[in-house]
């Protein structure tokens, strides 16, 4: 259910494209609008409406009414809603995966008009906010904020590890991107996404999917680990699950390519 009675404000987006069907690309917690840029090129000529957000709290939308992933979903349902009539797929990438899976676990009609769902180096639960684990979590991403490091040089130390193996062209790109988006966000917005992250459980919800989701690991992605994402798909009746060989976390940046292509042929399927 909604976090409040007073509706959420539409988050800032990026739109190209005109077609029945919209992508909602979503991104993960270092991310922002501008993170997908092959895909925008890709599917936009394909002929889909493609769209990007910004969080709540990020790049020029207004921070959630509460740092919880219920209010994370409330938005998304907003921008929905205020798109007009369409088909949507939604493309959730780490956190942003999250996000989708949080509001589908509500079911109708909160995702009358969804048609499909991409879910990509992300997972179905993080677990307990209040758990050893998941404070140690949110103290060693919080310690460099705290020690007086800006979020840019966060991101010089944090994204190379993201990256897989692209060849060097490719790693250059993805990497200046990268760093500039997480550069971007705001002490507040990120300790206010690190809080929501910390409480996501879904695992329950999975069986429940009742629209076709393509699942995409990278095989060197540590934050969300091929197996992790496998036993994912295992739990999800109408799941395809790949692979992508040499992909990192920021998958759609990296092998924009094999990533694009696994989207395509799913979308001609549904």
Not at 45 to 54: E, I, N, P, S
């Amino acid at each position: 259910m909604p976090t409040s009675s007073a509706a959420p404000a539409c988050p800032a987006y990026r739109v190209a494209g005109q077609g029945p069907i919209t992508l909602v690309l979503l991104h993960g917690i270092g991310g922002n609008r501008d993170l997908w840029p092959a895909q925008f090129e890709t599917f936009v000529a394909a002929g889909y409406r493609v769209l990007a957000w910004d969080m709540p709290g990020y790049g020029d939308s207004a921070p959630p009414a509460e740092p919880t992933m219920a209010a994370l979903a409330d938005s998304l349902r907003a921008l929905l809603d205020a798109l007009g009539p369409s088909r949507f797929v939604l493309v959730g990438h780490s956190m942003g995966g999250m996000v989708v899976q949080e509001l589908m676990a509500r079911g109708a009609p909160f995702t009358r008009d969804v048609a499909a769902l991409v879910l990509c180096g992300t997972s179905a639960a993080f677990g307990k906010p209040d758990g050893d684990f998941q404070r140690e979590f949110v103290r060693q991403r919080t310690a460099p904020l705290d020690a007086g490091k800006t979020l840019r040089e966060m991101a010089e130390a944090i994204v190379p590890g993201m990256l897989g193996e692209p060849d060097d062209a490719t790693r250059s790109k993805a990497h200046a991107l990268a760093v500039e988006a997480m550069g971007a966000v705001s002490p507040r917005a990120y300790r206010a996404a690190l809080q929501a992250l910390v409480g996501f459980e879904q695992r329950a919800a999975l069986a429940r999917l009742s629209v076709p989701v393509l699942l995409i690991a990278g095989e060197h992605d540590n934050n969300a680990p091929p197996k992790v994402m496998a036993r994912m798909a295992d739990a999800i009746m109408q799941a395809r699950y790949v692979c992508l060989p040499g992909a990192g976390h920021l998958m759609n940046l990296t092998h924009a390519a094999a990533f694009d292509t696994e989207v395509q042929a799913f979308l001609a399927r549904i």
